[in-house]
């Protein structure tokens, strides 16, 4: 063998074998990704899912309900809308025992996800209407803030609105509602009565709508 043969031997074919086979395990690798990722598509088809944000609402992915509703990793948008009377009554909602997180406790009076794709005031009006049957009203934005539980990591965008209407619940989704004055709220705090998300946004309120604290 010659040495200009050996030589493409020992070097220029080694290196081409050398790409060949990273080349190979690279697609591999790809359609064994793409094959685990339309099996994860298949498996959660009949699930809702969410959008994956950062801490500014911005979209980096999404995900299927369960998943986001067990893992503190997966950062989801939903909305809470407060509803006030004029007598300063805060209307809240017992939730459902059938309730995943902190069922049979009262909370805010409209709160709900974002489906993927949703905008905050779309999915703010269709929760309002689907909850309380309320609809028409003005929303006033409060606060914007990550909330973590032992479950799951929302980003939660708040709202207020006045209304004396008595609202139609979805007892589908709430056992019950009715107005609260801001005194029974403050006696009920940290008895185990109110959800500690609601407790949280309580104070905001306070401080943001009464000039408390």
């Not at 697609?27 to 339309?38: D, I, T, V, W």
């Not at 965008?157 to 004396?164: L, N, P, V």
């Not at 801001?182 to 009464?210: A, V, Y």
Request: aromatic residues 12%; contains cysteine.
């Amino acid at each position: 063998m010659s040495a200009a043969a050996w030589g493409f031997i020992s070097g220029g074919l080694f290196y081409i074998l050398f790409a060949a086979y990273f080349l190979v395990e690279w697609l591999r690798k790809r359609r064994k990704a793409r094959r685990s990722a339309a099996a994860a598509a298949s498996q959660y088809a009949d699930e809702e899912w969410f959008d994956i944000v950062d801490v500014e609402g911005k979209v980096r992915g999404k995900a299927p309900r369960s998943l986001c509703h067990s893992s503190q990793d997966l950062l989801h948008p939903v909305v809470h809308l407060h509803v006030l009377d004029s007598r300063d009554r805060l209307f809240l909602q017992k939730r459902s025992l059938r309730k995943q997180i902190q069922p049979g406790k009262w909370d805010t009076a409209v709160g709900g996800h974002l489906s993927s794709g949703e905008t905050v005031e779309a999915a703010l009006k269709r929760e309002a209407e689907e909850e309380l049957g309320l609809s028409d009203f003005k929303a006033v934005p409060v606060a914007r803030y990550v909330w973590k539980s032992d479950v799951e990591s929302e980003l939660v965008y708040m709202f207020f609105t006045r209304s004396d209407r008595t609202p139609r619940i979805n007892r589908e989704e709430i056992s019950e509602g009715k107005f609260w004055k801001i005194s029974k709220i403050k006696e009920s705090r940290s008895k185990g009565i109110l959800t500690p998300n609601f407790e949280f946004e309580f104070d905001i309120l306070l401080k943001q709508l009464f000039k408390e604290g």
